[in-house]
């Protein structure tokens, strides 16, 4: 009986929403917007909480000296002195010459931007993996890869400058994108709308209950 | 004699040229004209749209117009207020401050360093309405309808005895094996249900995956790890967490470091990620959720550290990556239905049924699109594009 009220709201919520969608009329993008607006409260609250298991969990390992303490002592310490910074800068924290915005600026962005650096790195190692050819499949992935990569630099076309113009590294590169791939990720797009409907569905009806556990639906239970 | 003559005409042109009066005056740019406001379509009554002809002084180049004021009234005879100001060029608008059913009248005046026009004439009176369909979404509505119709009809027939069966998935079949990696190696599981928050239905997925996953886990032995990126989903995941471990009778090898919040900020929870692998060195690896480019970091990490992995998104962008680092990977609907097809409860699995019986129809609408198309007919794709006009 407890899951009953969560469940009902669930339903109301995600029918409101489900309906907002396609009716547009105050009626209905009222209470939709309200309900946008509630959940924006929710996870709010929710960053509160998350921060204080943050600090739970990490400060534990660090008092036990587990595995890898000090980068959870790091962890403990930066987050206390962001949070410090935010509340002596008070509510405009986030312009620029704020602490808060300091620490931001000088170490945040720089290892965020760092970590995003080994994309290219981490890019030839998947490069190498993928290009190995090992069947017929992975030949055709290696054979398009290689065309788009040569069609795409000044390379490609002049090694194929003399053939007809069709048959250039350049023509066969678009086509690849503009013909399989786009008919590939385009299938792909419909396959997750399919799914992304299933879920919702299972979600909006009480089927799928993730956030009050599924455990009364035990395997192969007669469901209802 | 004549080149003085020139020198003297050349020195007086320019005066000649000039306006009578000041040189430095400059004329007010002429007024706009032709403003027509219309209801702003498809909406809740809340936006009124306008549209009108340049000033003629709005020429590009050569343009003395800096701008245009948009001001609105609720009589034609003020007073008025000031709702848009726009740069020189732009003829077209929308009021979205208005109130709906609210009758409004409009004017637009030409701005420019001599000053503002005069209004040439008043728009009016025009209200915003609310609507109550979504024309262009109609199409959208009739599909989802019909998914909706399907898939209800399969969770009766379950309920009314039929007993779909699981269908063999390499990548599902692969998560068992993951399992008994981690169990028989004694190294953790890592499971990471994407880096997005829960208001997208793929966190939702995972969470539910993470529940088969933490049962089987709590089965066998093996240690998990779950490491989340934002708040909500990590009481989400705990919660998933201990009712898997409670339902197995395992509640005693649940720990407090079982699951982790990360950051969630993608590249913070990334490097969490990569550091997590490579120090702990899972002997498998679930990363299931909605990922962008870092998967690739995420993935091959976990590769690099020697993991049996099963991967999977519906991100177009994230699963080249997967499909290419991890062992086996779940793509697009499969991770929506990794949950149910795991489950074996006969309502979730009718819905998974369902869901490929609803690929089948919108694989025949493609192909229908395609055959009307061929043949000139572009109503159905029109329709199914942009909806009822």
Not at chain 1, 27 to 53: K, M
Not at chain 2, 51 to 60: A, F, L, V
Request: glycine residues 8%; hydrophobic residues 50%; neutral net charge.
């Amino acid at each position: 009986m407890r899951r009953d009220g969560p469940l009902f709201v669930t339903f109301v919520a995600a029918l409101v929403s489900l309906v907002a969608f396609f009716v547009p009329h105050a009626l209905v993008s009222g209470p939709a917007d309200a309900l946008a607006g509630t959940a924006v409260v929710v996870l709010a609250c929710g960053f509160v909480l998350g921060g204080i298991q943050l600090v739970r969990v990490n400060l534990d390992a660090v008092v036990h000296r587990r595995e890898g303490w000090p980068y959870r002592l790091v962890l403990v310490v930066a987050l206390v002195a962001t949070v410090a910074a935010g509340f002596v800068e008070g509510p405009g924290f986030a312009t620029a010459g704020t602490r808060s915005r300091w620490i931001y600026d000088t170490v945040y962005a720089p290892l965020a931007a760092s970590i995003l650096a080994l994309l290219a790195f981490f890019v030839v190692a998947a490069a190498f993996r993928a290009l190995r050819v090992r069947s017929v499949a992975t030949a055709l992935l290696a054979g398009s890869a290689v065309m788009v990569l040569l069609g795409r630099v000044p390379l490609g076309a002049w090694l194929t400058a003399a053939l007809p113009a069709p048959l250039r590294l350049p023509s066969l590169a678009g086509w690849i994108l503009d013909v399989p791939q786009a008919a590939a990720r385009r299938a792909l797009l419909m396959s997750a709308a399919v799914g992304v409907i299933a879920a919702g569905f299972r979600i909006l009806v009480g089927i799928d209950r993730p956030h009050v556990g599924n455990d009364d639906l035990p395997p192969g239970s007669e469901g209802a | 004699m004549i080149a003085a003559a020139l020198a003297v005409l050349l020195a007086v042109a320019p005066v000649a040229a000039a306006p009578p009066g000041d040189s430095t005056q400059i004329a007010a740019p002429e007024p706009p004209s032709g403003l027509e406001v219309t209801d702003a379509p498809e909406d809740a009554g809340q936006a009124l749209d306008l549209h009108w002809k340049p000033s003629p002084s709005d020429q590009p180049g050569t343009s003395i117009v800096s701008g245009y004021r948009i001001e609105r009234a609720t009589s034609p005879g003020g007073p008025w207020t000031v709702v848009d100001s726009l740069p020189a060029g732009v003829t077209a608008t929308q009021d979205v401050t208005a109130r709906r059913n609210l009758e409004y009248y409009y004017r637009v005046i030409a701005t420019g360093p001599g000053g503002g026009t005069p209004a040439g004439s008043v728009t009016g009176p025009v209200r915003a309405t609310a609507q109550w369909l979504r024309r262009t979404r109609i199409a959208a509505l009739a599909t989802v309808a019909v998914l909706i119709v399907v898939l209800f009809s399969a969770v009766t027939r379950a309920e009314s005895g039929w007993r779909p069966r699981a269908r063999r998935v390499p990548a599902l079949d692969a998560i068992d094996e993951a399992v008994r990696r981690a169990a028989g190696a004694g190294r953790p599981l890592l499971f990471v249900p994407g880096l997005h928050d829960v208001d997208d239905l793929q966190t939702a997925a995972a969470l539910d995956l993470l529940g088969e996953v933490a049962r089987r886990c709590a089965r066998a032995g093996a240690r998990l790890h779950v490491r989340v990126a934002f708040p909500v989903v990590f009481a989400l995941a705990e919660d998933v967490v201990r009712r898997a471990y409670e339902g197995e009778g395992r509640a005693d090898a649940l720990s407090p470091d079982m699951i982790e919040l990360l950051a969630p900020e993608p590249s913070a929870a990334t490097a969490a990620v990569m550091g997590g692998l490579r120090r702990e060195r899972p002997a498998s690896g679930v990363l299931a959720g909605a990922f962008a480019s870092e998967a690739l970091l995420v993935v091959e990490s976990g590769a690099e550290a020697g993991a049996f992995q099963v991967a999977g998104s519906a991100n177009v962008t994230a699963l080249p990556f997967l499909v290419t680092s991890a062992d086996h990977t779940l793509v697009a609907e499969e991770l929506f239905g990794a949950g149910p097809e795991l489950s074996e409860d006969p309502r979730r699995l009718a819905t998974r049924r369902a869901a490929e019986l609803a690929i089948a129809l919108v694989v025949a609408a493609v192909l229908i699109g395609c055959a009307l198309e061929t043949a000139g007919i572009h109503t159905f794709t029109t329709f199914l594009a942009r909806g009822l006009p």
